[in-house]
């Protein structure tokens, strides 16, 4: 038996499980479930992501996880107990997953890959979180690390920012809105700009020196050098190098990295370098050779440098290679680095050509904290750090140090009875107060560790020698006192001994007898002189004498003598020690109390780190000063503790403020100071209004928080000490500070007043004291105190500085623990908004206001249950009251203003108005039913609710907008929409009860209807774009706010009555909108209120023309952007009633008198969206293709000749003509603009500006409009219909005199008729297409169309688009029609075959003597007619001879307009079928042969012809097929007893067939006749072959003369086109709809389909003979003929369509292309060529003779009986 589960509520699948027993779910591994019952091991329930489907699943599939239930029951959710963070990254993988697949569809490779990479990251660190064994702060900074990546993710994706607190969503109900608002704000700005980081740290690694001249020792020293001050900025980095220049300890990393610390911006500057020296250790000389001399000196080998700014714009990946340049002069060893930083590197010789030192140089930013955290890898494997020579620009408690520097400047020596100069070499030593050396306290610098002593380098021969070596003393604090450092001088011989001897020292202590330590700077000591063998270790002795030139006494001349000197600098870096005086003599007051009023003076000349070091002792020293005798002292000391307070305000010392709070918590004991301190400043605070220096005062107010602080704790020790006694007093004590206090704030001043500047000082430190005030006086108190004081200040003040302050101090007041407490709100609350109020209603300092009335609204919650407190309550009315009108009108006022251009500027502006309407929103989402009544009943009249309701719906508009939030704030956006619909839901009510019937008000109605159309219609509330897991979300926590808004339309239009009428037909087009949002229920809410109007607009005009015509041109606006759908035409069609309240919109109408025409409305729009959907389906694909084409010419058509809507049709126009255009479909594009061209007239009516024409007389419309279609038609090749527009312009010019234009008309015109001649055009092909099924759009759909195909374009290219264009389609392989099935479809079918264009203008073509560049145009355009022939036999088959049943079914198709035409493709209005005999069949055969041979003979005459072998191959494939029994098969078929017979009918048919083949016969004589005049050498044998050929040919048809017949009637056949066709007239060619000519039909015309008499061996025999196996026709391609386009004549033969050749010549429609063309080129006749060649007469050649009168070709006689000659290639007589 099945039970609901108690516990067993949610879990996750462990296994797929198929779902194959009865009610079983399908599940995957990795599915969450929600379980609702269970039995015997078995669960039922459902997928969460699928809900909507219930089964059964085994119990042992899923593992079972904690879960909260909410609504327990029918209803109950289920939400896991699990860290929030693994809850977002599952949804959010899951979101992504989807996605992830798209981006590899759409070829987003490099966003497809990372994506996957950080998501298999984010997988990895969620099993980290998971398994649950990271630390608290790993566990933080994974948790950091995720939500990063996260939010990268969603950021790529376009998905929505993530509110979050601490790495956890947040839901924004628990929150307010202006906290939401600041979350949101925080995580955008951390996502736009990352502080820059303050502090820097430069990495340094040593690889290695390359250098050719190697071999010993060397030791590297890198420091950071300050080129503008000289001076080096940090201590040295000291890497010792091994004779291959190889770091000595390379296991060691701390030996060869380190991290050159704390840089301040200000050091990141270009003249900042980073100097390197390198020291040898060998031989005095470098090259000198080895000998016995063990001894080894460091000697000067090179130096480099590289600056700072540098390394700011290099790959920090890369490593540096460092040219190091050779010290030639030993003297300048010192200055080296300079001269190397000033460039003057001539004086340098690079230590060889390809010496470098390679070191790997990084910069890093930031906190040193941060930088362990994020290299780790770093400072685990080793790094060694090296300090800045002094502290940093931050100096931080606790940092302990105690450095001191000696820089061995340099030397002056006497030569000491020697020739040359010394090499001296110095040794360092520190010893400590009894005498011994201090080991390991001698660094030369960070890298290495300390050593015992240090040796300076040896610079050759000098007794001037100048080293500029630094070494690091870190001696402990402890040994300072009695230690000193002495310097050792060694003469070092370059003899073969090789010994250092010494020769002097020097020595200095190291602290001063009065505990000073030595001073910095540069000290001269003196060198005392002693024997080599000196023993030096009687300390005590030496250190009696004078170690200094600077101390010597003045009457001490012994040592004055000695020329002998030495130089050092030293600097201390300490936090302990000090060289101040001034600072030691007031730590030590009570062994000088007269000292103590001069100490305390000099207090503020002390630095101020000297007083930091001793933060602690002085502020001791001060208070114990005070104890003893506070009359004397009192405002001394008083100063000093405001100096030194006031010293922690500077950025350097800021963190010692803690230490400072520190002291005041723990250490400090003035229990009696509180009185002092109350007294001094109450006398600075009395002298304020009448001092003339306000500065001291200033700095008095500025320490104020402090003073507080000590007057505070020494009360609370007093009241410890005491039990509480004299309570009473301190209070009054207070009480009269804060009298004095308000007294001078509430002087009123200027601007300019030292005393206003004052008061802002004290203003600004004021919110600090409330937190000491509070642990003495309780919360209402200090709300008193505050609350008298800020409104002490005067009303009106004159200085802007001043307001700024005083709504700083009011942010702070908000922001304040005080404020917090709700007790002391209520009393503070009236205060601040009166500020405020005061503020936003003169639009000053907004961005405080807006700061305050955030923090204001950011304490104002409801309780988890929803109720309100009565105090929260009363606070949101006071607020409501002073604030939501003044609230209204600033955001109003924001959004109206022009936005500031810097971008700094435009982020505050959005900042503020963002803040702005975060907390309308708070407010409004406060507001109970009693928060708006008590609104609704405070407004004294009508007016003033009209207006503020206005303003209401304004706002919400406005917050509507995309641009209020950022694209990704989805949340944000539906807070606002919850909080927008709550709002009217309230409001409509007083809206209805105010302004109905006769208090009516149209622009308040208006203003809500809007509102709530573009309230539906936000794009942040179309729940259909958003994911499945979104979309869930959004309806559990919001539901579908549009059906919402919907309904409450609904009922409020239900409501208007009659005053309906105003807002028909305004509203139609904002209504329509709404109803064209794919939500079934809004629909169905909506659609009615279209009923109302139509019958409303009935009742009042007996039409709803206007509820028609707004309809209709709402629609076309809205569908093309897109908006709508295929239920939505329904909705407004069905009959059937939809789901939901109300029937569809056709059934209420059905009920109503007016019901036919509003049938006749439903339909026409119906049929409007039909073409408005498939052409905004269409327009959404990229390229421009006929299926865009052909639904605007649908659309277009539909405009002029249903709707009759000539702007519209208009429009359409322009968009096809857009189309045409951008295709290149030129001639297409003159066609679409003629139909406009065609509404104007050549009239003065002004016209107004309307798309991109400017306003303008219909006559310069018309003439710029002629202009461009002329353009058009001449890049379209269409030269013929630009020349009629030339001559209609040329008119108006010349009724105009405007005789400049005219000549340039007539000139444009004359241009086009040489074009015309000169310029070759192509031959288009012409394809028929079906669509059939129902798959097709409306415009296509079971129709079929004749299409003009591209240049170029062949039956299987066009054949191959098409498909492209329908992927969906099918092509269909036969040509038959399609039956019913096939209509009727759920598919897409395709048939496509190729067609022949039938001429109009036939008297055109007829005519003798016009030249085929002419002919051709008239073939190919202005075409209504084409022709498509299917051969079929009919009866019994004769297998001998198959031309006796041959038939052709020939179908005539007749379009609704002529092509070319305003598009590619016309409909097929009419098909005609006819039936041809074998006879006529066999008639037109021979036709199309004679006229081809014809053509070519023509051709070759005129030397039209390249090469002549188009009329090889022609005469080859007639002959060898007359020869092989083509023309005997007529015979038998045609010419025997029983057909004549049996068909008398046929007689004169029969007749015609035998003076065809006689005149065949004639033309295949004298094509000989010209062939053997052209015909090349190597050709010869085959003409032979001809000639032999034809002579059987002849004789095989029993032709020895030609009978008298033949020579009796010439034949009129002129130009090849049928004998009895003819037209008169020529249709107005360049009309879109053009004029149509009926064909009246005796010989069909030219088929260039049919076949000759031809065997289908013929064909290959040609292929053989000219060498091409596969195609004959590519003999054509290779050999252009200059009057015909060599790709237009044989092109097209299509595999769908077969020619009427005996079936041995014939293929299958799928036969392929290259079979196809070796079979059809001889078979096929090629397309009506122009040419001018009557039809020959055949005589005796004895009779021909030839004349050559004409410039084309030799003209071949035939002379008649009557003795008339007639020319058998042209149409001469004579």
């Not at 808004?1045 to 009428?1061: A, D, P, T, V, Y």
Request: charged share 25%.
């Amino acid at each position: 038996m099945w039970i609901p589960t108690e516990h067993e509520k949610y879990g996750v699948v462990l296994a797929s499980f198929r779902g194959t027993v009865q009610h079983g779910l399908p599940l995957e591994i990795g599915d969450t479930v929600q379980i609702l019952e269970k039995c015997e091991g078995w669960y039922r329930g459902f997928i969460l992501k699928n809900p909507n489907i219930k089964g059964i699943f085994p119990s042992s599939y899923i593992h079972l996880k904690n879960a909260h239930v909410k609504n327990k029951g029918q209803f109950e959710t289920v939400i896991p107990v699990e860290d929030s963070v693994i809850t977002e990254m599952t949804s959010t993988l899951r979101d992504w997953g989807a996605m992830w697949k798209q981006l590899y569809v759409k070829n987003e490779g490099d966003l497809f890959h990372r994506l996957w990479h950080v998501m298999n990251e984010i997988l990895d660190l969620r099993r980290q979180v998971l398994v649950g064994h990271l630390t608290h702060d790993r566990m933080r900074d994974v948790k950091q690390h995720i939500t990063a990546r996260l939010d990268w993710g969603n950021e790529q994706l376009c998905l929505d920012l993530v509110p979050r607190r601490d790495f956890i969503m947040v839901d924004p109900d628990e929150i307010t809105v202006t906290e939401l608002y600041r979350l949101m704000e925080h995580r955008h700005r951390k996502k736009e700009t990352p502080a820059p980081a303050s502090t820097h740290h430069l990495f340094v690694h040593v690889k290695s020196l390359m250098s050719a001249n190697l071999g010993e020792e060397l030791e590297v020293f890198f420091h950071i050098y300050d080129g503008r001050e000289n001076r080096p900025l940090s201590e040295r980095f000291f890497v010792k190098l091994n004779k291959s220049g190889l770091p000595k300890s390379p296991d060691k990393t701390e030996r060869q990295c380190t991290l050159f610390v704390d840089l301040g911006s200000s050091d990141l500057r270009k003249d900042v370098y980073i100097v390197v020296h390198i020291i040898r250790i060998g031989r005095m000389g470098a090259g000198e050779k080895k000998n016995l001399c063990s001894v080894q000196y460091r000697r000067p080998f090179g130096c480099a440098v590289v600056s700072i700014a540098d390394l700011l714009t290099a790959d920090s990946k890369d490593d540096h290679l460092l040219k190091v340049y050779a010290c030639n002069t030993e003297s300048e060893w010192h200055q080296t680095h300079e001269n190397l930083i000033k460039k003057a590197n001539s004086r340098y010789s690079l230590s060889g050509s390809n010496t470098g030192l390679a070191v790997g140089l990084q910069l890093l930013h930031g906190d040193i904290e941060q930088l362990r955290r994020e290299y780790m890898v770093l400072f685990t494997r080793g790094v060694s750090i090296t300090r800045k020579l002094g502290f940093s620009d931050v100096i931080m408690p606790g940092e302990m140090r105690n450095d001191l520097y000696i820089t061995l400047e340099k030397g002056e020596f006497e030569k000491g009875g020697k020739s040359v100069a010394r090499n001296v070499e110095i040794t360092v030593y520190v010893l400590d107060i009894d005498g011994q050396i201090l080991k390991s306290h001698v660094a030369a610098g960070a890298g290495e560790p300390g050593g015992d002593a240090y040796h300076s380098l040896v610079l050759y021969h000098n007794n001037s020698p100048r080293w500029a070596e630094q070494i690091k003393l870190p001696i402990p604090v402890d040994m300072f006192r009695g230690s000193h450092v002495r310097f050792e001088f060694r003469h070092c011989s370059t003899k073969d001994k090789g010994e250092k001897k010494l020769f002097g020292y020097s020595f200095v202590p190291l602290m001063q007898e009065d505990g000073r330590t030595l001073p910095d700077g540069t000290h001269e000591l003196i060198i005392h002189k002693c024997e080599e063998n000196t023993s030096l270790a009687d300390c005590p002795r030496y250190l009696k004498m004078p170690f200094s030139k600077a101390n010597l006494p003045s009457n001490n001349q012994t040592l004055k003598g000695p020329k002998e000197s030495f130089w050092i600098t030293s600097f201390l870096c300490s936090t302990k020690l000090t060289q101040n005086g001034d600072m030691l003599d007031l730590l030590k007051w009570r062994t000088h109390p007269e000292r103590i009023n001069d100490s305390l003076s000099k207090l503020k000349e002390i630095d101020g780190s000297e007083i930091v070091k001793f933060l602690q002792d002085t502020l001791d020293t001060l208070f114990g000063i005070l104890d003893e005798s506070s009359q004397r002292y009192g405002l001394k000391v008083f100063d000093s503790l405001v100096h030194i307070i006031n010293l922690l305000q500077d950025s350097k010392f800021q963190h010692f403020k803690p230490v400072m709070d520190t002291y005041i918590e723990s250490h400090f004991a003035g229990a009696l100071s509180y009185r002092d301190l109350i007294k001094v400043l109450k006398w600075y605070m009395d002298r304020i209004v009448d001092a003339e220096h306000q500065d001291h005062i200033q700095q008095v107010l500025k320490a104020s928080e402090y003073i507080f602080k000590y007057i505070i704790q020494s009360r609370r020790l007093f009241s410890l000490a005491t039990g509480g006694q004299n309570e009473e007093e301190f209070r009054v004590c207070i009480h009269e500070l804060f009298m004095s206090i308000r007294f001078f704030l509430s002087q009123e001043n200027k601007s300019t007043s030292p005393i206003a500047q004052t008061q802002a000082v004290f203003l600004r430190t004021f919110p600090a004291v409330y937190g000491e005030l509070l642990k003495v006086f309780t919360v209402r108190e200090v709300a008193g105190f505050v609350r008298e004081t800020l409104g002490s200040l005067p009303t009106t003040v004159h200085s802007d500085c001043l307001e700024a302050v005083k709504l700083q101090c009011i942010t702070k007041t908000v922001e304040s623990q005080l404020y917090i407490n709700p007790e002391s709100r209520c009393i503070l609350l009236p205060v601040v908004l009166r500020v405020l109020q005061a503020h936003m209603q003169e639009q000053s300092e907004l961005v405080m206001c807006a700061r305050i009335l955030t923090s204001m609204l950011s304490l104002i919650k409801k309780e988890e249950n929803g109720t309100v407190e009565p105090a929260v309550s009363e606070e949101v009315e006071l607020i409501v009251e002073n604030l939501l009108g003044v609230l209204l009108r600033t955001i109003l006022e924001i959004s109206n203003r022009p936005q500031p251009t810097g971008p700094a500027m435009r982020l505050q502006f959005q900042d503020v108005t963002g803040e702005f309407v975060a907390c309308l929103l708070a407010l409004l989402r406060q507001m109970s039913d009693r928060h708006y009544q008590q609104l609704l009943q405070a407004f004294s009249n009508k007016d003033n609710l009209r207006d503020f309701l206005l303003q209401l719906f304004t706002v919400f508009r406005i917050l509507i907008r995309p641009e209020m939030f950022s694209k990704d704030w989805t949340v944000m956006r539906l807070v606002t929409n919850n909080v927008i619909i709550t709002t009217v839901l309230y409001l409509s009510d007083a809206l209805r009860k105010n302004f109905l019937n006769d208090k009516f008000d149209y622009k308040l109605w208006d203003s809500y209807f809007y509102l709530s159309v573009i309230f539906i219609n936000q794009p942040c509330l179309q729940l259909e774009s958003f994911s499945p897991s979104k979309r869930k979300k959004t309806l559990e926590k919001y539901g579908d706010m549009r059906v919402m808004m919907g309904c409450e339309i609904f009922s409020m239009w239900q409501n208007l009555g009659e005053h309906k009428l105003n807002f028909i037909p305004a509203m139609i087009g904002p209504f329509l909108e709404v109803t064209l949002v794919p939500q079934p229920d809004l629909r169905n809410v909506m659609i009615p209120i279209f009923h109302d109007m139509m019958d409303w607009e009935q009742r009042r005009s007996g039409n709803f023309k206007q509820v028609e015509a707004k309809l209709i041109d709402k629609l076309d606006s809205l569908m093309s952007e897109g908006k709508g759908d295929e239920t939505y035409r329904e909705l407004f069609n069905s009959i059937i009633p939809l789901f939901g309240p109300y029937p569809s919109l056709l059934k209420k109408i059905e009920r109503e008198t007016w019901r036919e025409s509003g049938i006749s409305l439903i339909a026409t729009v119906t049929r409007l969206m039909e073409r408005l959907l498939d052409y905004r389906d269409c327009m959404k694909l990229g390229e421009v293709d006929g299926k865009k084409i052909g639904c605007t010419v649908s659309l277009l058509n539909f405009y002029k000749t249903e709707l009759n809507k000539e702007e519209m049709y208009i429009r359409y126009i322009h968009k096809l003509y857009d189309l045409h255009f951008k295709a290149q479909n030129y001639t297409e594009a003159s066609y679409t603009l003629l139909l406009y061209d065609e509404l104007l007239e050549w009239s003065e009516r002004p016209l107004r500006e309307f798309l991109n024409y400017p306003m303008q007389s219909e006559w310069q419309r018309k003439e710029y409009l002629h202009l461009t279609i002329v353009q058009n038609f001449d890049r379209g090749k269409c030269w013929e219909n630009g020349i009629i527009l030339c001559r209609e312009l040329a008119d108006q010019y010349e009724s105009y005199y405007d005789y400049r234009n005219l000549s340039k008309m007539r000139m444009m015109e004359a241009s086009l008729y040489d074009k015309i001649m000169d310029q070759q055009r192509l031959e288009p092909e012409f394809f028929r297409l079906g669509f059939y099924g129902k798959k097709f759009p409306f415009f296509l759909r079971n129709k079929e169309f004749v299409c003009r195909g591209h240049d170029y374009e062949r039956l299987e290219a066009f054949q191959q688009r098409m498909l492209n264009e329908f992927p969906h389609a099918i092509a269909m392989q036969h040509v038959n029609q399609p039956d019913q099935t096939i209509y009727q479809a759920d598919a897409q079918y395709l048939q496509i075959y190729a067609v022949t264009p039938i001429p109009e203008s036939q008297d055109v073509l007829q005519r003798d003597g016009v030249p085929d560049n002419i002919k051709n145009f008239y073939k190919f355009n202005h075409i209504w007619r084409f022709r498509y022939d299917r051969p079929f036999h009919k009866g019994t088959k004769d297998k001998e001879n198959e031309f006796k049943s041959l038939w052709v079914e020939r179908t005539t198709l007749t379009l609704v307009q002529s092509l070319p035409g305003i598009s590619r493709w016309f409909e097929v209005d009419k098909r005609e079928l006819v039936e041809v005999s074998p006879l006529e069949n066999a008639i037109e055969v021979i036709e199309n042969k004679n006229l081809q041979l014809r053509t070519l003979i023509t051709q070759c005459q005129s030397r039209q012809m390249q090469n002549i072998n188009p009329l090889t191959m022609c005469l080859n494939g007639v002959i060898d097929a007359a020869v092989n029994g083509g023309l005997a098969r007529y015979q038998e078929a045609f010419f025997v007893k029983d057909y004549i017979m049996n068909h008398p009918e046929d007689g004169e048919k029969i007749g015609r067939l035998r003076e065809l083949m006689f005149e065949q016969a004639h033309i295949l004589e004298y094509g000989l006749a010209v062939h053997e005049k052209f015909v090349p050498q190597d050709m010869r044998p085959l003409h032979k072959k001809l000639v032999d050929q034809f002579h059987l040919m002849k004789s095989s048809l029993g032709i020895q003369e030609f009978p008298a017949y033949v020579r009796a009637s010439p034949v009129h056949f002129t130009n090849g086109s049928p004998r009895t066709c003819s037209r008169n007239s020529v249709p107005n060619i360049i009309s879109p709809d053009g004029g149509r000519g009926v064909a009246r039909r005796s010989y069909p015309a030219v088929n260039r389909y049919s076949s000759s008499s031809l065997s289908s061996q013929a064909s290959n025999e040609v292929s053989n003979i000219t060498g091409q196996s596969e195609s004959s026709d590519e003999v054509f391609n290779m050999q252009p003929s200059p009057s015909t386009s060599s790709l237009s004549s044989n092109h097209s033969a299509s595999p769908n369509v077969t020619s009427s050749a005996p079936s041995s010549a014939r293929g299958s429609p799928q036969m392929a292309e290259k079979h196809k063309h070796s079979r059809e080129n001889t078979c096929l006749s090629p397309r009506d060529r122009p040419v001018s060649a009557i039809f020959p007469n055949p005589m005796d050649p004895s009779q021909v003779e030839t004349h050559t009168h004409s410039p084309t070709h030799t003209h071949l006689w035939l002379v008649q009986p009557n003795g008339m000659a007639h020319c058998l290639l042209c149409s001469s007589l004579e």
